[in-house]
């Protein structure tokens, strides 16, 4: 049994509590927020973010970061992506040396285009690191439905230790030592979710989204290699898997806010309805950053930026990307 500290009381941090608590381990979840901390303590439920969903009475929840990290064996980081840094400073003497930080949230932070990971370096740098990412909805992993995510570590030991913690018979954890690429493809497919939910929410079928998904891969791919993650992790569970499920299922806020925008909403009134943080609209500017940094071409990432931050049209923009140059779908298949 291990002692486990999460940071964030969101639906994935919930969730996972939960899936660690069925594991035997000591689970303590913190938020930031009183009122959420004692409505948890009293419902055994988040009705908001994750109904349906009972919370054993062995889980704690306090407001109080020295009662989640402080003894703890792991902490994991749950908190949406634009406070990660301000979370992580805020532990930063609470932590110990050789203390396992697991990073469980997707995106990139805009103003210095550093992954989370990294961010918990810089302020952590005592701790050792992982990363744990996948096709995973909290909605599904808190009720225990089959679902299967990779950790990733620079130490095998520590991506091994971590791949025990979490996993069972419900809840499937490879492990992987390309951090980087299974950052930025949990980041990156956000931005293409928004994008198959526009075109969703626009009308367009199910041709459209195979296209998005498809070409969406692509740009993540050359992205992600060109900044030294591995193809073989964006063809995997964290690039390929979790794209395919944020862009299909209603589960995922990014599609839910992209429908919205679709339909004629602004951006910041779907982030209201969504009532959620929608991740790819933080990461869409940091992700287009990053493309002309390592001059990457990526038409999909850079017409989203249009539609959310410059007021373009979300139809006009499916008929840019279709009436781009003409090109191979492949330039690496030699014709002979």
Same mark, same amino acid.
């Given at each position: 049994?291990?002692?486990?500290?999460?940071?964030?009381?969101?639906?994935?941090?919930?969730?996972?509590?939960?899936?660690?608590?069925?594991?035997?381990?000591?689970?303590?979840?913190?938020?930031?927020?009183?009122?959420?901390?004692?409505?948890?303590?009293?419902?055994?439920?988040?009705?908001?973010?994750?109904?349906?969903?009972?919370?054993?009475?062995?889980?704690?929840? /306090?407001?109080?970061?020295? @009662?989640? $990290? %402080?003894?703890?064996?792991?902490? *994991?980081?749950?908190? #949406? +992506?634009?406070?990660?840094?301000?979370?992580?400073?805020?532990?930063?003497?609470?932590?110990?040396?050789?203390?396992?930080?697991?990073?469980?949230?997707?995106?990139?932070?805009?103003?210095?285009?550093?992954?989370? /990971?990294?961010?918990?370096? @810089?302020? $952590? %740098?005592?701790?050792?690191?992982? *990363?744990?990412?996948? #096709? +995973?909805?909290?909605?599904?992993?808190?009720?225990?439905?089959?679902?299967?995510?990779?950790?990733?570590?620079?130490?095998?030991?520590?991506?091994?230790?971590?791949?025990?913690?979490?996993?069972?018979?419900?809840?499937?954890?490879?492990?992987?030592?390309? $951090?980087?690429?299974?950052?930025?493809?949990?980041?990156?497919?956000?931005?293409?979710?928004?994008?198959?939910?526009?075109?969703?929410?626009?009308?367009?079928?199910?041709?459209?989204?195979?296209?998005?998904?498809?070409?969406?891969?692509?740009?993540?791919?050359?992205?992600?290699?060109?900044?030294?993650?591995?193809?073989?992790?964006?063809?995997?569970?964290?690039?390929?898997?979790?794209?395919?499920?944020?862009?299909?299922?209603?589960?995922?806020?990014?599609?839910?806010?992209?429908?919205?925008?679709?339909?004629?909403?602004?951006?910041?009134?779907?982030?209201?309805?969504?009532?959620?943080?929608?991740?790819?609209?933080?990461?869409?500017?940091?992700?287009?950053?990053?493309?002309?940094?390592?001059?990457?071409?990526?038409?999909?990432?850079?017409?989203?930026?249009?539609?959310?931050?410059?007021?373009?049209?979300?139809?006009?923009?499916?008929?840019?990307?279709?009436?781009?140059?003409?090109?191979?779908?492949?330039?690496?298949?030699?014709?002979?």
């Amino acid at each position: 049994m291990a002692k486990v500290g999460i940071l964030g009381a969101g639906s994935w941090g919930v969730a996972l509590s939960v899936a660690l608590n069925r594991n035997g381990h000591e689970v303590t979840v913190w938020s930031v927020l009183e009122d959420e901390v004692k409505m948890l303590q009293n419902n055994r439920e988040h009705k908001e973010k994750l109904p349906g969903v009972r919370i054993p009475d062995e889980i704690k929840f /306090t407001s109080n970061l020295k @009662e989640a $990290v %402080p003894g703890t064996d792991v902490v *994991v980081m749950a908190v #949406p +992506s634009p406070y990660v840094r301000s979370t992580a400073h805020l532990i930063a003497d609470l932590v110990k040396k050789d203390q396992i930080i697991v990073n469980v949230a997707k995106g990139i932070e805009e103003d210095t285009l550093d992954t989370l /990971t990294q961010i918990i370096h @810089e302020e $952590v %740098p005592q701790a050792l690191l992982a *990363v744990l990412s996948g #096709p +995973s909805h909290a909605e599904e992993v808190g009720r225990n439905i089959p679902t299967t995510c990779v950790v990733g570590s620079k130490d095998r030991k520590v991506a091994e230790y971590v791949q025990n913690l979490f996993m069972n018979e419900t809840f499937r954890i490879y492990t992987s030592p390309d $951090v980087l690429g299974i950052e930025l493809g949990g980041a990156l497919k956000n931005v293409v979710a928004l994008a198959a939910g526009i075109a969703d929410g626009l009308g367009y079928g199910d041709n459209t989204k195979a296209a998005l998904i498809t070409r969406g891969i692509k740009e993540i791919a050359r992205l992600g290699m060109a900044m030294g993650g591995k193809l073989e992790t964006f063809s995997g569970l964290t690039g390929i898997g979790d794209l395919i499920v944020t862009c299909a299922s209603m589960h995922s806020r990014n599609r839910r806010a992209g429908i919205l925008i679709g339909q004629g909403k602004t951006p910041e009134e779907a982030m209201k309805e969504v009532n959620m943080v929608v991740e790819g609209v933080y990461s869409a500017k940091a992700a287009y950053a990053l493309a002309k940094k390592y001059q990457v071409d990526v038409p999909i990432i850079a017409e989203v930026n249009e539609v959310l931050f410059h007021g373009k049209n979300a139809a006009e923009t499916v008929s840019d990307l279709m009436l781009r140059d003409k090109k191979s779908e492949n330039s690496a298949i030699p014709w002979e």
